[in-house]
């Protein structure tokens, strides 16, 4: 056998690419690579930004886009650091202090804030109470903002003088929005906002003195990770860092969801991808066995012949990647600019990482499912020059198909990160289509019988499918793979919409009310049923710690910088309630029935937290309550749904546990626009009551959650385009059959309506099937990624009872027009090159 050197092997598979690009027996292949990676590269660029656009306005709820939060100051080392990476720094100290004036006192807190402050977002302010708000600004040394709850309470006017400690301040403006404000919901009072450099003069701040320092960042990505890894092992125990995701869990739940669907969208289009390049893969190989074996003939080796077939996909799969990652990039600017009026003015940047997953995705998608057929190139027959029977079987094939999959469901972890979402959508899909794909084949066999009653149209549509069963059914589950993407898509994206929008609703709480007294309980109760439709429960309130685990220090059992440490390190917002509170669904263990055993008072507690602190059903915990220590035994463990507004809580007592001690009642409510009068006689009706309202905090969350429906929308217009192209390319790839097939009927007599009516019957039965397939595998894989990935309750969805319909109809006319070149081509031509 001839050795070509290297060189000569290129130039040869250099100068065979370029003939055949004329000849355009490439083209499918080029097209379907170019567009999977395209819709890849779009869809990775468009989330990556997106998911830091969204992230940038998610910022905005902590003023910053990294808070150093600690019950000290920041040490002058972990200042400096921040400051050396080139990140912009404010400082706020937060404490509770009475103000008094001529006309009272009111607890409040007090937020002192330097001139930078905030680092993201703006302040809000209003020239007198509930009159039009304008943004920027902030309070000068000498002054203050406060709330309109403070100037109701006393009685105060802008101008008036307050006392904060030892310092004089002119309050100058009334206080409406801050973008850090949504914190913590029920450690909030009246706000005042003054100058940090009139802090010292106030000599509030003195040792022991319960005080909350935080150092705002802003800057770049990688200089606040450079900060955060620099930082996070020097925290002392009572400092943690957080970022948006920490700071507000309604922004964290819907950041995670969006990213999730994202991620799957892109995991979709490699599914696509690869089907894409297999199919056409197959077809550049079956038609290449002839040129293989008059190459072995010449005297070139087997593994000579590999390596040229290897180059030349090599040189087409680097240029239609190259390409399809440029349009890629561009395709996205054309989504933003789409959406330019949703979106921030200024989006950051993707980098270049998209485009390269895109690039790799395509090349190893290429390689591992162009393996087989090129395998078999390398084993064509010399003889197969004179007998064309003659078809080469390449070793192991089952263990390369295994080695593709394998490099795919690396590939999906990779865009991922997330190895439950690849489970569920890789393993689902191949569980899905060996049992799907048998049940076709079996199908099938069932059709046969009714071929010989049937018309001639549907004998040759059917006929067609039975000569080759195993190819049929293979067709079948690439369409159905095809309709089972685009359908999941489009399922995951009405529940997830759904569910994000019941999450608001229009009515959505957007007023707290705190420290309710025992006292004005009742009336509050009657007031607030006047003003809103639908008030919360009231619930009472009583700060605990969390002391120890069945006899064990509680700070001895949990991991540093976890949920549970957290919560041991402050006072828990405990609670008691007969009913359990709606949104509240228990997992383990039954509500109130009786003391359990061992006399203790029963005990619910917040499953994610429970997971944090080890804790199990039976356990002891004991509290520290204003000074005197409760034991309860862990009798349920609830999923708390955090986004609806309402009042939630870790820990609820049972009743009757803790009614002895002091304590203050929290609701929530909805006040329809337009009530600022009747918000104002609330709150001089009901002086102790701190009113918080939160509807800035709703707009700019709904604003966010409108930002990912139409991500996901435009994201399903991008798998949509996918599926459609490898749908083409599957067709494709059996177009040499039907060509000679359909020259063979005409030369027999068939006319082209006869021939015409054969196509749509097996093109539509193909689609039906692949619809029943799409219909039992998106049911099969929704269930496992509802389960494992989006912690969402699964139902069946009847609408996909359609897909044999939208199957038979899409499938049906793609064949159609996809293999039109089979009715037009000359049977004379097409027999004499056979």
């Known amino acids: 056998m001839k050795r070509l050197p290297l060189t000569r092997l290129f130039a040869l598979a250099w100068r065979q690419s370029l003939r055949d690009a004329r000849a355009g ?243 979709a289009a490699v599914l696509l991808a690869g089907v894409a390049v297999a199919l056409s893969a197959a077809r550049f190989a079956s038609r290449r066995f002839d040129a293989s074996a008059l190459l072995r003939c010449l005297g070139l080796s087997r593994h000579a012949a590999l390596g040229l077939y290897a180059m030349q996909l090599a040189m087409l799969g680097l240029l239609a990647c190259s390409i399809g990652a440029l349009l890629g990039w561009l395709a996205q600017y054309g989504l933003f600019h789409l959406l330019r009026g949703m979106l921030p003015a200024t989006l950051p940047g993707g980098g270049v990482w998209p485009a390269l997953a895109g690039i790799a995705t395509g090349m190893v998608a290429l390689a591992g499912f162009a393996l087989p057929p090129l395998a078999a190139l390398g084993r064509v027959p010399p003889l197969r020059v004179l007998r064309r029977d003659m078809l080469p079987v390449a070793p192991s094939t089952w263990f390369i198909y295994g080695a593709a999959l394998l490099a795919l469901g690396l590939i999906m972890w990779r865009l991922s990160l997330d190895l439950m979402l690849t489970f569920a959508l890789l393993g689902g899909g191949i569980a899905a289509a060996l049992l799907l794909g048998g049940l076709l084949l079996l199908a099938m066999r069932g059709l046969r019988r009714l071929l010989a009653k049937a018309s001639l149209p549907w004998r040759l549509g059917l006929g067609q499918l039975l000569r080759y069963p195993l190819a049929a059914a293979g067709q079948a589950l690439a369409f159905g793979l095809i309709l089972l993407a685009m359908s999941l898509i489009a399922l995951l994206r009405g529940e997830l919409l759904d569910t994000w929008q019941n999450q608001l609703p229009a009515n959505a709480p957007n007023h707290f009310a705190l ?188 604003s966010i959650l409108a930002q990912v429906t139409a991500a996901v929308e435009f994201v399903l217009l991008f798998v949509l385009a996918a599926g459609l192209a490898v749908l083409f390319a599957g067709l494709q790839s059996t177009l040499d059959e039907r060509i000679r097939q359909g020259a063979l009927l005409r030369a027999l007599g068939a006319g082209r309506p006869l021939l015409l009516k054969a196509r749509r019957a097996e093109f539509g039965l193909l689609g039906g099937c692949a619809g029943v397939l799409a219909a039992l595998g998106c049911e099969l894989v929704s269930a496992l990624l509802y389960r494992l990935v989006f912690d969402l309750p699964w139902h069946p969805h009847p609408w996909l009872l359609l897909l044999p319909v939208i199957g038979a109809l899409l499938v049906g006319s793609a064949g159609v027009i996809g293999t039109r070149r089979a009715l037009n081509a000359s049977p004379l031509t097409v027999l004499r090159e056979g």
């Open 25 to 267: 027996e490439l083209r499918v292949l080029f097209f379907a690579l170019l567009v999977a990676v395209a819709a890849s590269t779009a869809i990775g660029y468009f989330g990556a930004r997106l998911n830091g656009a969204m992230l940038m306005r998610a910022t905005e709820f902590l003023g910053a886009d990294l808070v150093l939060r600690g019950s000290s100051q920041a040490s002058p080392d972990q200042v400096e650091t921040g400051t050396a990476l080139g990140l912009d720094h404010a400082r706020v100290v937060e404490f509770s202090s009475v103000i008094a004036t001529d006309a009272g006192i009111q607890l409040s807190s007090v937020k002192a804030v330097d001139s930078a402050y905030p680092l993201r977002g703006e302040l809000k302010s209003a020239a007198e109470p509930y009159a039009e708000e304008r943004s920027g600004g902030g309070p000068k040394p000498g002054e203050a903002w406060a709330q309109s709850q403070l100037f109701a309470a006393l009685e105060l006017k802008v101008g008036d003088t307050i006392e904060v400690g030892e310092k004089s301040l002119r309050l100058t403006r009334v206080l409406t929005y801050e973008p850090d404000s949504s914190a913590d919901f029920y450690s909030l009072t009246p706000r005042v906002l003054m100058h940090i450099d009139d802090l010292a003069a106030t000599g509030i701040i003195q040792p022991g003195s319960r005080v909350s320092y935080r150092e705002l960042w802003r800057g770049d990505s990688q200089a606040l990770a450079r900060y955060r890894d620099t930082l996070t092992p020097r925290l002392q125990p009572n400092q943690r860092l957080e970022d948006a995701r920490d700071g507000n869990r309604q922004i964290g739940n819907a950041l995670g969801r969006a990213e999730r669907y994202l991620n799957l969208a892109s995991l």
């Open 515 to 702: 420290n309710v007294l025992p006292a004005d309980k009742d009336a509050f109760a009657a007031r607030l049923a006047e003003l809103s439709p639908h008030p919360a429960p009231l619930f009472p309130i009583i700060p605990g710690r969390l002391l120890t685990i069945n006899g064990e220090p509680v700070r001895e059992l949990v991991s540093k910088d976890t949920q549970g440490d957290r919560a041991v390190r402050r006072d828990l917002s405990l609670t008691w309630a007969q009913d359990l509170p709606s949104d509240n669904t228990l997992t383990a263990g039954t509500w109130w029935g009786g003391l359990p055993t061992g006399g203790l008072p029963g005990l619910s507690v917040e499953t994610q937290l429970a997971e944090s602190l080890g804790l199990k059903l039976g356990d002891r915990l004991r509290f520290n309550i204003g000074g005197l220590e409760r034991e309860a035994q862990v009798t349920s463990l609830r999923d708390v749904h955090w986004d609806n507004f309402q009042p939630n809580f870790y820990m609820i007592f049972q009743p009757g546990t803790l009614q002895d001690l002091p304590a203050t009642y929290l609701t929530s409510f909805y006040l329809p626009p337009g009530n600022d009068k009747a918000l104002v006689g609330l709150a001089r009706q009901f002086p102790a009551v701190t009113l918080l309202q939160v509807e800035a905090l709703l707009a700019q969350l709904r």
